[in-house]
Protein backbone atom coordinates (compact mmCIF):
# COMPACT_ATOMS: atom_id res chain seq x y z
CA UNK A 1 0.00 0.00 0.00
CA UNK A 2 1.19 3.22 -0.99
CA UNK A 3 0.05 6.41 0.80
CA UNK A 4 -0.25 9.01 -2.16
CA UNK A 5 -1.73 11.84 -0.38
CA UNK A 6 -1.77 13.65 2.52
CA UNK A 7 -5.43 13.22 2.96
CA UNK A 8 -4.72 9.43 2.51
CA UNK A 9 -1.81 9.88 5.21
CA UNK A 10 -4.14 11.39 7.26
CA UNK A 11 -7.45 8.85 6.85
CA UNK A 12 -4.71 6.22 7.51
CA UNK A 13 -2.81 8.04 10.79
CA UNK A 14 -6.61 8.59 12.05
CA UNK A 15 -7.51 4.84 11.59
CA UNK A 16 -5.02 3.76 13.77
CA UNK A 17 -5.59 6.42 16.21
CA UNK A 18 -8.82 4.58 16.64
CA UNK A 19 -7.80 1.17 16.85
CA UNK A 20 -7.87 -0.43 20.50
CA UNK A 21 -4.79 -2.13 21.83
CA UNK A 22 -5.22 -5.72 20.88
CA UNK A 23 -5.84 -4.48 17.12
CA UNK A 24 -2.59 -2.57 17.05
CA UNK A 25 -0.68 -5.35 18.24
CA UNK A 26 -1.70 -7.78 15.59
CA UNK A 27 -1.44 -4.85 13.35
CA UNK A 28 2.22 -4.52 14.43
CA UNK A 29 2.66 -8.43 14.75
CA UNK A 30 1.94 -8.50 10.68
CA UNK A 31 3.91 -5.54 9.67
CA UNK A 32 7.01 -7.75 11.68
CA UNK A 33 6.02 -10.44 9.62
CA UNK A 34 6.14 -8.70 6.29
CA UNK A 35 9.39 -6.75 6.77
CA UNK A 36 10.53 -10.52 7.91
CA UNK A 37 9.30 -11.85 4.49
CA UNK A 38 10.79 -9.10 1.86
CA UNK A 39 14.12 -9.29 3.61
CA UNK A 40 14.09 -12.78 3.36
CA UNK A 41 13.33 -12.69 -0.36
CA UNK A 42 16.04 -10.05 -0.98
CA UNK A 43 19.01 -11.50 1.05
CA UNK A 44 21.22 -13.89 -0.33
CA UNK A 45 24.56 -16.42 0.79
CA UNK A 46 27.66 -14.72 -0.37
CA UNK A 47 26.02 -11.26 -0.14
CA UNK A 48 27.55 -8.47 2.48
CA UNK A 49 25.30 -7.27 4.77
CA UNK A 50 24.87 -4.53 7.64
CA UNK A 51 24.44 -5.86 11.28
CA UNK A 52 22.18 -2.87 12.18
CA UNK A 53 23.10 -2.38 16.27
CA UNK A 54 21.46 0.68 18.22
CA UNK A 55 25.30 2.93 18.03
CA UNK A 56 26.75 1.39 14.89
CA UNK A 57 26.86 -0.84 11.43
CA UNK A 58 29.37 -3.65 11.30
CA UNK A 59 29.81 -5.24 7.59
CA UNK A 60 29.21 -8.76 6.96
CA UNK A 61 28.80 -11.42 4.59
CA UNK A 62 25.89 -13.75 4.90
CA UNK A 63 26.87 -17.53 4.98
CA UNK A 64 23.37 -19.01 5.73
CA UNK A 65 19.72 -17.78 5.88
CA UNK A 66 17.93 -19.77 8.88
CA UNK A 67 13.59 -18.88 9.28
CA UNK A 68 14.45 -16.41 11.69
CA UNK A 69 17.99 -15.41 12.35
CA UNK A 70 21.15 -15.60 9.59
CA UNK A 71 25.06 -16.57 10.30
CA UNK A 72 27.04 -13.80 9.34
CA UNK A 73 30.81 -13.81 8.72
CA UNK A 74 31.97 -10.80 10.68
CA UNK A 75 35.81 -10.39 10.49
CA UNK A 76 36.71 -14.19 10.45
CA UNK A 77 33.85 -15.15 13.33
CA UNK A 78 30.42 -16.41 12.66
CA UNK A 79 27.42 -15.06 14.77
CA UNK A 80 23.75 -15.38 14.55
CA UNK A 81 21.98 -12.77 14.08
CA UNK A 82 18.07 -11.71 13.63
CA UNK A 83 17.01 -10.92 10.01
CA UNK A 84 15.14 -7.84 11.53
CA UNK A 85 19.29 -6.56 12.22
CA UNK A 86 20.19 -7.06 9.12
CA UNK A 87 20.56 -4.45 5.80
CA UNK A 88 21.82 -5.46 2.43
CA UNK A 89 25.39 -3.38 2.24
Not at 27 to 53: E, H, P, R, S
Request: aromatic fraction near 4%.
Amino acid sequence: MTINTNKEEKMFNQYLFNMNVEELNRTKNLIGDIIKNKLKATLKVGMKVNVVQKTKKTLGVLTKIMQSKCLVDLSGRIYSVPISMLEAA
